[in-house]
T-cell receptor, first 115, second 113 residues
Framework: DQQVKQNSPSLSVQEGRISILNCDYT??????FLWYKKYPAEGPTFLIS?????DKNEDGRFTVFLNKSAKHLSLHIVPSQPGDSAVYFCAASLPGGTSYGKLTFGQGTILTVHP | KAGVTQTPRYLIKTRGQQVTLSCSPI?????VSWYQQTPGQGLQFLFE???????NKGNFPGRFSGRQFSNSRSEMNVSTLELGDSALYLCASTEPGRAVPLHFGNGTRLTVT
Protein backbone atom coordinates (compact mmCIF):
# COMPACT_ATOMS: atom_id res chain seq x y z
CA ASP A 1 0.00 0.00 0.00
CA GLN A 2 1.88 3.02 -1.29
CA GLN A 3 0.59 5.96 0.70
CA VAL A 4 2.76 8.57 -1.01
CA LYS A 5 3.05 8.49 -4.79
CA GLN A 6 5.09 10.37 -7.31
CA ASN A 7 3.57 9.31 -10.58
CA SER A 8 6.16 10.87 -12.85
CA PRO A 9 9.41 8.90 -12.80
CA SER A 10 11.20 11.66 -14.69
CA LEU A 11 10.94 15.29 -15.77
CA SER A 12 13.06 17.20 -18.27
CA VAL A 13 13.16 21.01 -18.21
CA GLN A 14 15.13 23.75 -19.92
CA GLU A 15 17.38 25.95 -17.81
CA GLY A 16 15.57 29.09 -16.65
CA ARG A 17 12.10 27.56 -16.95
CA ILE A 18 9.86 26.31 -14.17
CA SER A 19 10.09 22.74 -12.87
CA ILE A 20 6.92 21.34 -11.30
CA LEU A 21 7.17 18.08 -9.38
CA ASN A 22 4.01 16.44 -8.16
CA CYS A 23 3.12 14.15 -5.29
CA ASP A 24 -0.13 12.52 -4.20
CA TYR A 25 -0.97 10.89 -0.88
CA THR A 26 -3.77 8.68 0.33
CA UNK A 27 -3.58 8.96 4.11
CA UNK A 28 -5.55 12.01 5.23
CA UNK A 29 -3.89 11.78 8.66
CA UNK A 30 -0.56 13.02 7.28
CA UNK A 31 0.03 16.49 8.70
CA UNK A 32 3.54 17.41 7.60
CA PHE A 33 5.11 17.15 4.16
CA LEU A 34 8.69 17.52 3.02
CA TRP A 35 10.72 17.56 -0.18
CA TYR A 36 14.24 16.18 -0.43
CA LYS A 37 16.79 16.23 -3.22
CA LYS A 38 19.17 13.33 -3.69
CA TYR A 39 22.32 12.98 -5.76
CA PRO A 40 23.79 9.54 -6.51
CA ALA A 41 25.96 8.15 -3.70
CA GLU A 42 24.72 10.81 -1.27
CA GLY A 43 21.95 10.93 1.29
CA PRO A 44 18.78 12.98 0.78
CA THR A 45 19.11 16.72 1.35
CA PHE A 46 16.16 18.56 2.85
CA LEU A 47 14.73 21.29 0.62
CA ILE A 48 11.46 22.59 1.98
CA SER A 49 8.50 21.53 4.07
CA UNK A 50 4.89 22.46 4.69
CA UNK A 51 2.47 21.86 7.51
CA UNK A 52 -1.08 20.78 6.75
CA UNK A 53 -2.40 24.04 8.21
CA UNK A 54 -0.83 25.94 5.31
CA ASP A 55 -1.34 25.75 1.57
CA LYS A 56 1.90 27.36 0.43
CA ASN A 57 5.46 27.74 1.64
CA GLU A 58 8.24 29.55 -0.16
CA ASP A 59 12.01 29.48 0.23
CA GLY A 60 14.02 31.21 -2.44
CA ARG A 61 13.55 29.44 -5.76
CA PHE A 62 11.50 26.67 -4.14
CA THR A 63 7.77 26.83 -3.43
CA VAL A 64 5.64 23.98 -2.15
CA PHE A 65 1.87 23.99 -2.62
CA LEU A 66 -0.49 21.77 -0.65
CA ASN A 67 -4.05 20.94 -1.72
CA LYS A 68 -5.52 18.97 1.16
CA SER A 69 -8.88 18.29 -0.49
CA ALA A 70 -7.11 16.69 -3.45
CA LYS A 71 -4.41 15.12 -1.25
CA HIS A 72 -1.84 16.60 -3.59
CA LEU A 73 1.32 18.61 -3.19
CA SER A 74 3.70 20.08 -5.69
CA LEU A 75 7.17 21.56 -5.68
CA HIS A 76 7.89 24.47 -7.99
CA ILE A 77 11.47 25.42 -8.82
CA VAL A 78 11.86 28.79 -10.51
CA PRO A 79 14.12 29.37 -12.33
CA SER A 80 15.49 25.87 -12.85
CA GLN A 81 19.27 25.48 -12.97
CA PRO A 82 21.43 22.59 -14.24
CA GLY A 83 22.62 22.02 -10.66
CA ASP A 84 19.03 21.17 -9.74
CA SER A 85 19.32 17.93 -11.72
CA ALA A 86 18.79 15.19 -9.14
CA VAL A 87 16.18 12.79 -7.79
CA TYR A 88 13.43 14.55 -5.84
CA PHE A 89 11.50 12.76 -3.12
CA CYS A 90 8.38 13.91 -1.39
CA ALA A 91 7.74 12.57 2.09
CA ALA A 92 4.98 12.75 4.66
CA SER A 93 4.65 12.22 8.37
CA LEU A 94 1.87 11.55 10.83
CA PRO A 95 1.24 13.72 13.86
CA GLY A 96 2.34 13.18 17.42
CA GLY A 97 4.00 10.17 18.92
CA THR A 98 3.27 7.85 16.01
CA SER A 99 5.71 9.74 13.82
CA TYR A 100 8.98 9.64 15.72
CA GLY A 101 11.61 9.52 13.02
CA LYS A 102 9.22 8.04 10.49
CA LEU A 103 8.80 9.53 7.06
CA THR A 104 6.79 7.86 4.30
CA PHE A 105 8.51 8.53 1.00
CA GLY A 106 7.35 8.61 -2.59
CA GLN A 107 9.29 6.71 -5.22
CA GLY A 108 11.09 9.81 -6.48
CA THR A 109 11.18 11.86 -9.67
CA ILE A 110 14.38 12.29 -11.68
CA LEU A 111 14.69 15.94 -12.69
CA THR A 112 17.02 16.83 -15.54
CA VAL A 113 17.62 20.51 -16.27
CA HIS A 114 19.21 21.10 -19.67
CA PRO A 115 21.51 24.09 -20.23
CA LYS B 1 29.00 21.45 12.48
CA ALA B 2 29.73 17.98 11.15
CA GLY B 3 26.87 16.22 9.43
CA VAL B 4 25.53 12.73 9.96
CA THR B 5 28.40 10.27 9.59
CA GLN B 6 27.92 6.68 8.51
CA THR B 7 30.54 3.96 8.39
CA PRO B 8 31.50 2.04 6.43
CA ARG B 9 30.47 3.48 3.06
CA TYR B 10 30.53 0.11 1.31
CA LEU B 11 30.21 -3.48 2.50
CA ILE B 12 30.13 -6.80 0.73
CA LYS B 13 28.83 -9.77 2.70
CA THR B 14 27.79 -13.32 1.97
CA ARG B 15 24.33 -14.78 2.50
CA GLY B 16 23.88 -16.03 6.05
CA GLN B 17 26.42 -13.66 7.56
CA GLN B 18 25.57 -10.76 9.81
CA VAL B 19 26.53 -7.11 9.49
CA THR B 20 26.74 -4.05 11.74
CA LEU B 21 26.46 -0.51 10.44
CA SER B 22 27.34 2.60 12.40
CA CYS B 23 25.93 6.11 12.53
CA SER B 24 27.03 9.24 14.37
CA PRO B 25 24.34 11.93 14.45
CA ILE B 26 24.87 15.66 14.31
CA UNK B 27 26.14 16.95 17.63
CA UNK B 28 23.21 17.72 19.93
CA UNK B 29 20.77 15.51 18.03
CA UNK B 30 19.53 12.70 20.23
CA UNK B 31 17.13 11.04 17.80
CA VAL B 32 18.51 8.68 15.16
CA SER B 33 16.43 6.98 12.45
CA TRP B 34 17.39 4.29 9.97
CA TYR B 35 16.06 3.81 6.45
CA GLN B 36 16.56 1.21 3.74
CA GLN B 37 16.59 2.23 0.08
CA THR B 38 16.13 -0.37 -2.66
CA PRO B 39 15.15 0.07 -6.32
CA GLY B 40 11.96 -1.92 -5.83
CA GLN B 41 10.67 -0.64 -2.47
CA GLY B 42 12.18 2.85 -2.39
CA LEU B 43 13.00 4.48 0.93
CA GLN B 44 11.52 2.62 3.87
CA PHE B 45 11.67 3.40 7.58
CA LEU B 46 13.39 0.80 9.74
CA PHE B 47 13.38 2.22 13.29
CA GLU B 48 14.08 5.26 15.43
CA UNK B 49 16.02 5.61 18.67
CA UNK B 50 16.02 8.36 21.26
CA UNK B 51 17.99 8.31 24.50
CA UNK B 52 18.96 4.68 23.93
CA UNK B 53 15.30 3.61 23.54
CA UNK B 54 13.55 2.45 20.40
CA UNK B 55 10.48 4.65 20.03
CA ASN B 56 9.26 3.65 16.61
CA LYS B 57 9.64 0.68 14.31
CA GLY B 58 8.82 -0.05 10.67
CA ASN B 59 7.66 -3.28 9.08
CA PHE B 60 10.87 -5.23 8.89
CA PRO B 61 11.61 -8.74 10.19
CA GLY B 62 13.34 -9.28 13.50
CA ARG B 63 16.65 -9.91 11.69
CA PHE B 64 16.92 -6.12 11.57
CA SER B 65 17.81 -4.62 14.91
CA GLY B 66 19.44 -1.55 16.29
CA ARG B 67 20.72 0.14 19.36
CA GLN B 68 21.77 3.55 20.54
CA PHE B 69 24.53 4.46 22.91
CA SER B 70 24.64 7.13 25.60
CA ASN B 71 26.53 9.48 23.24
CA SER B 72 23.63 9.13 20.71
CA ARG B 73 25.70 7.11 18.26
CA SER B 74 23.66 4.28 16.80
CA GLU B 75 24.29 0.92 15.22
CA MET B 76 22.04 -1.30 13.21
CA ASN B 77 22.53 -5.00 12.78
CA VAL B 78 21.21 -7.38 10.17
CA SER B 79 21.56 -11.06 10.95
CA THR B 80 21.33 -14.03 8.59
CA LEU B 81 21.72 -11.87 5.53
CA GLU B 82 19.61 -12.52 2.46
CA LEU B 83 20.21 -11.41 -1.11
CA GLY B 84 17.24 -9.04 -0.78
CA ASP B 85 18.98 -7.15 2.01
CA SER B 86 21.27 -5.58 -0.58
CA ALA B 87 20.44 -1.90 -0.31
CA LEU B 88 21.58 1.55 0.64
CA TYR B 89 21.11 1.99 4.38
CA LEU B 90 20.62 5.58 5.45
CA CYS B 91 20.83 7.08 8.88
CA ALA B 92 19.17 10.35 9.79
CA SER B 93 19.30 12.54 12.85
CA THR B 94 16.55 14.77 14.16
CA GLU B 95 17.14 18.06 15.89
CA PRO B 96 15.56 18.71 19.29
CA GLY B 97 11.96 19.84 19.03
CA ARG B 98 11.25 18.05 15.78
CA ALA B 99 9.63 14.66 15.29
CA VAL B 100 11.07 13.81 11.89
CA PRO B 101 14.58 14.13 10.46
CA LEU B 102 15.88 16.73 8.07
CA HIS B 103 19.47 15.52 7.97
CA PHE B 104 20.64 12.28 6.41
CA GLY B 105 24.02 10.66 6.15
CA ASN B 106 25.46 9.47 2.86
CA GLY B 107 24.58 5.89 3.62
CA THR B 108 26.21 2.49 3.68
CA ARG B 109 25.90 0.50 0.47
CA LEU B 110 25.48 -3.16 1.45
CA THR B 111 25.86 -5.87 -1.17
CA VAL B 112 24.94 -9.44 -0.25
CA THR B 113 26.31 -12.16 -2.53
Amino acid sequence: DQQVKQNSPSLSVQEGRISILNCDYTNSMFDYFLWYKKYPAEGPTFLISISSIKDKNEDGRFTVFLNKSAKHLSLHIVPSQPGDSAVYFCAASLPGGTSYGKLTFGQGTILTVHP
Amino acid sequence: KAGVTQTPRYLIKTRGQQVTLSCSPISGHRSVSWYQQTPGQGLQFLFEYFSETQRNKGNFPGRFSGRQFSNSRSEMNVSTLELGDSALYLCASTEPGRAVPLHFGNGTRLTVT
